[in-house]
């Protein structure tokens, strides 16, 4: 049981060029979020999906897309990378109705040059 | 939207010693408030959770209280010990699908 599974784990992009984050879960659950994490701010939700074939905004969705491929898959776009977008992305999932525990993928470190 | 406040942003304890991290929330309709754990260079996991309908809850050193009509709601750590050291998080969930984090804590424990 693999639970949330995230590609790559690293990743260095120059300014301007494009990357998609990959997000798998294997724990049947209807809910997906995408966060992102820079030092004091916390975690901010930047997209989350309620169920396969539906997608929202968070906080901070600009410079972002979302696609929830199917229920297992939840990817997140940068189309044009700037260095404000340095930060470690993680992908989570949970149950659906939103009192239930959330799991983590082990997470992105992304560095925008 | 929904705004989860966290205090204090660092903490520093002696081994033994308590520590008490306090939360507040802006949404009335949040019904679900968990706290997750996250170590260097790890994964957020968690640690406790709590519902509205329960103004506390504890699994072995760890408690979680919560005051609805205040609208906060704080974990505490009794006897504390150096692997508790991490940085934590409280969360309220917004709209039954939207989870917001607090800033973080980061807790020391000094042996």
């Known amino acids: 049981n693999a639970g949330v599974t995230q590609t790559p784990k690293f990743q260095v992009l120059k300014t301007g060029q494009s990357m998609t984050l990959q997000c798998a879960q294997d724990m049947n659950h209807n809910s997906m979020y995408w966060y992102r994490q820079d030092p004091g701010m916390g975690l901010r939700l930047i997209y989350y999906s309620a169920s396969e074939g539906t997608t929202d905004k968070g906080e901070v969705p600009n410079g972002y897309n979302v696609s929830r491929l199917n229920k297992r898959e939840f990817s997140l776009r940068l189309e044009s990378a700037a260095p404000s977008q340095t930060s470690v992305y993680f992908c989570a999932s949970s149950g659906t109705g939103g009192n239930t525990e959330a799991f983590f993928g082990q997470g992105t470190r992304l560095t925008v040059v | 939207g929904e705004n989860v406040e966290q205090h204090p942003s660092t903490l520093s304890v002696q081994e033994g010693d308590s520590a008490v991290i306090k939360c507040t929330y802006s949404?009335?309709?949040?019904?679900?408030f968990p706290w997750y754990k996250q170590e260097l260079g790890k994964r957020p996991q968690l640690i406790i959770d709590?519902?509205?309908?329960?103004g506390e809850k504890k699994d072995q050193r760890i408690a979680v209280t919560l005051n609805k009509t205040a609208k906060h709601f704080s974990l505490h750590i009794t006897e504390t010990q150096p692997e508790d050291s991490a940085v934590y998080f409280c969360a309220a969930w917004y709209n039954n699908n939207d989870m917001r984090f607090g800033a973080g804590t980061r807790l020391t424990v000094k042996p």
């Open positions: 949404d009335s309709a949040s019904n679900y």
């Open positions: 709590i519902r509205s309908n329960v």
